[in-house]
């Protein structure tokens, strides 16, 4: 079976530019989970979907970041006016709604790299 | 709020050796994650802890989890260079299920 997807694989942008990323979970995850990894900041949690809806964007560290996800499937973070301290690796994972064992399946980034 | 510290960040240990990495965390969580990160690649999932007292196992790597401690090692026996990695403890945070990761530990396994 299918792993969770990410594209693009590398993105790179100039500074004040728009970025989109996309996430394809495992099929039949209805929760999908956006952290990023970088160098200062470690990994950490930007935004959590349950089906369509977001309960929780506490992690989005500004309002230039956004996301959305349709059909309880896809999901895209959109990264406006881009700055230099926006280059990160952005890391999709997604799960099964099992209070018990709640797994997080990660896929493979996109390495963002604002000039 | 949540926080997870983890140490040491790097760790250089020659093949045939022991050692064990640590995680401490802040508040009460009730599963403990550790990940393996190879360079350039994503998050592989190594175990899960679930209940004070869990302890697991797989080849040279054991976990376990002390909730009262709010404690979870990570121990090698007989590195191989293979174990070279980045590994990550990381805890569940609230009812949204996200995780908090801890800062990593960059292990390198010299021959």
């Known amino acids: 079976g299918a792993g969770v997807s990410q594209s693009p694989s590398n993105k790179v942008t100039e500074k004040g530019k728009d970025v989109e990323l996309r996430c394809d979970p495992i099929?039949?995850?209805?929760?999908l989970y956006w952290y990023r990894q970088s160098l200062g900041q470690g990994l950490e949690f930007l935004i959590y979907?349950?089906?369509?809806?977001?309960?929780?964007k506490s992690g989005l560290p500004s309002d230039r970041f956004s996301a959305e996800r349709t059909g309880g499937s896809v999901s895209t973070l959109t990264i406006q006016r881009t700055q230099q301290e926006d280059s990160a690796v952005y890391l999709c994972?997604?799960?099964?709604?099992?209070?018990?064992?709640?797994?997080?399946?990660f896929g493979p980034g996109t390495r963002l790299t604002v000039l | 709020e949540l926080k997870v510290e983890q140490n040491p960040l790097f760790l250089s240990m020659q093949e045939g050796k022991n050692y064990t990495i640590y995680c401490n965390y802040s508040?009460?969580?009730?599963?403990l994650y550790w990940y393996r990160q190879d360079p350039g690649k994503s998050l592989e999932s190594l175990f899960v802890l679930l209940s004070n007292g869990a302890v697991k196992q797989e080849g040279r790597l054991m976990a376990s989890l002390d909730t009262k401690a709010r404690l979870s090692t990570l121990h090698i026996t007989a590195a191989v260079h293979d174990l070279s990695a980045t590994y990550f403890c990381?805890?569940?945070?609230?009812?949204?299920?996200?995780?908090?990761f801890g800062t990593g530990t960059l292990l390198a396994v010299q021959p």
């Open positions: 099929s039949g995850h209805t929760a």
């Open positions: 990381a805890v569940v945070g609230g009812a949204t299920n996200k995780l908090i």
């Open positions: 979907f349950q089906g369509n809806s977001a309960p929780d």
């Open positions: 994972a997604s799960s099964l709604r099992d209070y018990q064992y709640n797994e997080q399946f």
């Open positions: 508040t009460t969580s009730d599963r």
